[in-house]
């Protein structure tokens, strides 16, 4: 396999359940519905921004419609025509038929922030001749409107066969009404920086990205306070160096943009 680039360091996005930091409890409770959502209870993810939320409804949904995955560790083959479908129409609805496991699936991602009439039309239109199964991933549950919110309510309590899961880092903003909807919820933290160290190690050995000492591993996951995005940044420059080399050096370098996200976070 060849080195990624620079860019491509800086695009990744996690191919499975086992490319994450820390956070097991909301991994697990997604884990355990990829085998069959039908009947599985509606699941809320809440925890604070870029504690990789949005990233596992990402891979859940990519993993539910692959032709091919891995259930065990929950990770989609990458290759299948889902696959490839999922990855280029990363923004919209898919209103395609999926077929894994010889069932019909919809996947619809709705940024609950700018919810369309064609969305809402779309989910509720939904029934049981058209998909075995409906599962709707909603992003920032909290910025649904009233009336939105209303619509939504009543498909989760009239269609069985639609299986709901939220993220939102603000979930007492939601009302309890809708709230109540979801049996289950799990909360995401920032990830400990001993997990961070061991995800600097695995990452830089996909990627081909040289260390000049294990301990700069560390001193990257302490700097990054538990933001996995401020690591992958800093991997990402030192793979736009000619020696690709991760540095102590230029982790320090970076004092002045790690300031500078912090404040505008
Ligand atoms: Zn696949």
Redesign the pocket.
Same mark, same amino acid.
């Given at each position: 396999m060849s080195p990624a680039t620079s860019r491509e360091i800086s695009m990744y996005f996690p191919n499975g359940f086992d490319e994450f930091c820390g956070n097991t409890a909301a991994i697990d409770a997604l884990r355990r519905r990829l085998g069959d959502v039908s009947g599985a209870a509606n699941l809320l993810i809440t925890g604070p921004p870029g504690t990789g939320k949005s990233g596992m409804a990402k891979v859940f949904g990519r993993t539910l419609c +692959?032709? @091919?995955?891995d259930l065990t560790i929950g990770r989609?083959?990458?290759? +299948?025509g @889902?696959?490839r479908l999922f990855d280029c129409r990363d923004s919209e609805l898919y209103t395609d038929l999926w077929a894994p496991r010889g069932r019909s699936l919809a996947w619809w991602p709705i940024d609950c922030g700018n919810v369309s009439c064609r969305d809402l039309r779309l989910v509720r239109r939904h029934s049981s001749w058209e998909f075995d199964q409906v599962v709707v991933w909603l992003d920032e549950a909290h910025r649904l409107s009233g009336a939105r919110r209303g619509q939504l309510l009543k498909k989760m309590e009239e269609d069985p066969n639609a299986f709901f899961v939220a993220t939102t880092s603000e979930p007492d903003a939601l009302p309890l009404n809708f709230r109540r909807r979801f049996a289950e919820e799990v909360e995401t933290e920032w990830a400990d920086a001993s997990a961070i160290t061991r995800w600097l190690a695995d990452r830089c050995r996909q990627w081909g990205v040289a260390v000049d000492d294990p301990s700069t591993f560390a001193l990257l996951a302490r700097r990054s306070r538990g933001n996995v995005a401020f690591c992958q940044a800093t991997v990402a420059a030192a793979a736009g160096l000619p020696e690709r080399v991760l540095t102590a050096t230029l982790v320090r370098s970076r004092e002045a943009f790690f300031d500078a996200v912090e404040a505008n976070v």
């Open positions: +692959c032709q @091919s995955p989609a083959c990458g290759g +299948c @889902s696959c």
